[in-house]
C-alpha cells in the first residue's frame, strides 16, 4: 500500500498506467461508482499533496465551462442583437459534405 494512501479507506485497488497514459478502472471501483461503461464519465478533483479524487459524473453536477460559455453567448446576444442571424442550412450542408460522422461514436483521447 502507497504511504499516501488513505487509513479510513474500505476497499483499496490498483491499476497499471499503460505506455498511452490510460487505464482500466478496476471492477470493485466501477462497481462502487455504479459506472455504466460506454455511458457514465468521471469527474476529477487534483488535491493537495499529490492525492486524486474521483467520482461519477451524475447529471446533476454541472460542467461549468459550457456553462460560462453558454452565459457569454447569451450576454453578447442579448448585447448584439444586430449581429444576430439566421443559419443558412444549405452554406452548413456545404461544410460538412463528404464527412462521414457516427455521432454515437466515441472521441478518443487523441482526437
Known amino acids: 500500500m502507497p504511504a499516501n494512501a488513505r487509513s479510513n479507506a474500505v476497499l483499496t485497488t490498483e491499476s497499471k498506467v499503460t505506455i498511452r497514459g490510460q487505464t482500466t478502472i478496476p471492477a470493485p471501483v466501477r462497481e462502487a461508482l455504479k459506472l455504466k461503461p460506454g455511458l457514465d464519465s468521471i469527474h476529477y478533483e487534483i488535491l493537495p499533496g499529490g492525492q486524486v479524487f474521483m467520482c461519477r459524473l451524475?447529471?446533476?453536477?454541472?460542467?461549468?465551462?459550457?456553462?460560462?460559455?453558454?452565459?457569454?453567448?447569451?450576454?453578447?446576444?442579448?448585447?448584439?442583437?444586430?449581429?444576430?442571424?439566421?443559419?443558412?442550412?444549405?452554406?452548413?450542408?456545404?461544410?460538412?459534405?463528404?464527412?462521414?460522422?457516427?455521432?454515437?461514436?466515441e472521441i478518443g483521447d487523441d482526437e
Open 58 to 105: 451524475g447529471d446533476e453536477q454541472e460542467d461549468h465551462t459550457m456553462n460560462a460559455f453558454l452565459r457569454f453567448l447569451d450576454a453578447d446576444i442579448q448585447n448584439n442583437p444586430q449581429k444576430t442571424r439566421p443559419f443558412d442550412i444549405q452554406q452548413g450542408k456545404k461544410l460538412i459534405a463528404g464527412m462521414d460522422v457516427n455521432i454515437d461514436d
